[in-house]
C-alpha cells in the first residue's frame, strides 16, 4: 500500500510539473517609445507578478524602421505575438492574413465597458471586424489666441460661417492673419474638417460632385478672396503652422492634443482650444490612432490577449501613455488625466464623438502621402480650379 501511495504522489507531481509547463508561455511584444522615461518595464513586471506563467519580452523597435521589420518578420515567421499597431497598416495586415480577430474576445472582456465611446468602430477593420484593441489616440481640434478673440471680442467659432467671419474679424494683414492653413504635406485633415464635413467622401463619385466641389471652394475663397489664411500657406507644414500661430502671425490654427504643451510653455493661457466648427449642421475631424494587435501566427494567443488587454485596463494604459504624449483610451483615465491641461483634454473628448478615419484602401494611402498636396497646392495659386482639383482627386477613387 505504501509503494502504490509514493506511486500515485509520484504521478501527481509529474502532473503538476507537466500543467506548470504547459501553462509557462512567453509573449513577444513589439513596440516603439522614443520617450528615455519608458514605463514598459515596469509595466511588465506588474503584469508578470498577476501573471506568473507568462513571460514578457518586450523590444522597442525604433520608429523610422518598425513597419519594415514588423513585415519581414511576419513574411519569415518570426513575428511577434502582439504589437502596437496604426490603422494606415491594418488592410496590408489583413492582406497577409496576420491579424488575430479580437471580436470576441474584446465582447467577453469586462474592460470593454471602460472603452470610450466611439473607438471600437473607429478601429474596426474594412469588414467591420476587430482586430485591433485601442491603447492611445488623439483627435484634431481648433487652436485659438483666446488675447486676439478677446480684443476683437468674439468668442471661438461654433459653425463654418462664424469661423469664416471671425477669420477676416482677425486678419490684420501683413502682421495677422485669421487661420493658419497647412497647404503642405499633411494638411489634408484640416481640409477635411471643411469639405469631408460637407459631404464630400473618398470613394466613386464623392468628390467631383457640385457640394464636394462647392466645399472646396469655399476654402480656397478664404485663402484667395478673403485674405485671412497667410500667403506662405500652400507650402506650410506643420512646423511652420505652429510656429506662426506662437508668434501672433495666425489667430486659429488645427491640430490634436500632442503640440499642447509646446504651446502652452510659449503662450500660456493665451491659447486654448474648442472642437472644430461645425459647417452646415455636421462636424467633421480627423482621429489619430494606435492600437494593439495579435498576430494570427503566435502560439500564444491567450496570454498575449491577457497582456494586451491589461495594457488597456485604466490604471495601467494610464501609465502607458504618459510616455507618449497621446491621452488614454478609458473613461476613468481621461477623466483623471493630468498629462495635459484640462481645457484641451475637454476639447479632445467633445470631439470624439464625431471624429472620423478615412476608408483604409491603397487608394486613400496615395491620396495622402502624394497626391493631395499638389493638388490643394495648385488650386490654392489658381493654377487649377476647384472642379480640376476634386475631378483629379477622385481619379483615384474610380470604379
Known sequence: MTKLKALASALALITTLGTTGAEAETVRFWYHFDNPENPMSALVDKFQKANPGVTIEAENVPWNSYYDNLYTALVGGNAPDAAMVKLFAQPRLLEMGALEPLGERIDAWSGKAELLDNLLKLNAGPDGQNYYLPIQYVVLYLYYRTDLFQAAGLQPP???????????????????????????????????????????????????????????????????????????????????????????????????????????????????????????????????????AIFSQSEAKDAAWKWISFLAEPENNVE??????????????????????????????????????????????????????????????GQISSAEMMKRLQSLFAQ
Open 158 to 292: 461654433k459653425t463654418c460661417e462664424e469661423f469664416r467671419t471671425a477669420a477676416k474679424t482677425l486678419t490684420k494683414a501683413p502682421e495677422t492673419y485669421g487661420f493658419g492653413f497647412r497647404g503642405g504635406k499633411g494638411g489634408w485633415d484640416q481640409w477635411g474638417t471643411f469639405v469631408f464635413s460637407r459631404g464630400a467622401e473618398l470613394k466613386p463619385g464623392g468628390l467631383d460632385n457640385p457640394q464636394a466641389i462647392a466645399a472646396n471652394q469655399w476654402l480656397i475663397d478664404m485663402f484667395a478672396q478673403d485674405k485671412s489664411i497667410p500667403p506662405s500657406s500652400p507650402n506650410d507644414g506643420f512646423q511652420e503652422i505652429i510656429g506662426a500661430f506662437k508668434s501672433g502671425k495666425t489667430a486659429m490654427t488645427i491640430h490634436h492634443i500632442g503640440s499642447s504643451k509646446d504651446l502652452v510653455a510659449a503662450l500660456g493661457d493665451k491659447v486654448s482650444a474648442v472642437p472644430v466648427p461645425a459647417c452646415d449642421g455636421k462636424a467633421w475631424t480627423s482621429y489619430g490612432d494606435e492600437s494593439l
Open 320 to 381: 502607458f501613455v504618459k510616455a507618449t504624449n497621446q491621452l488614454p483610451v478609458t473613461k476613468t483615465g481621461s477623466a483623471g488625466w493630468t498629462g495635459h491641461e484640462k481645457r484641451f483634454v475637454d476639447a479632445t473628448l467633445a470631439s470624439l464623438p464625431f471624429a472620423a478615419v478615412l476608408p483604409q484602401s491603397s487608394a486613400t494611402a496615395d491620396f495622402v502621402n502624394t497626391t493631395w498636396q499638389p493638388m490643394m497646392q495648385q488650386a490654392m495659386t
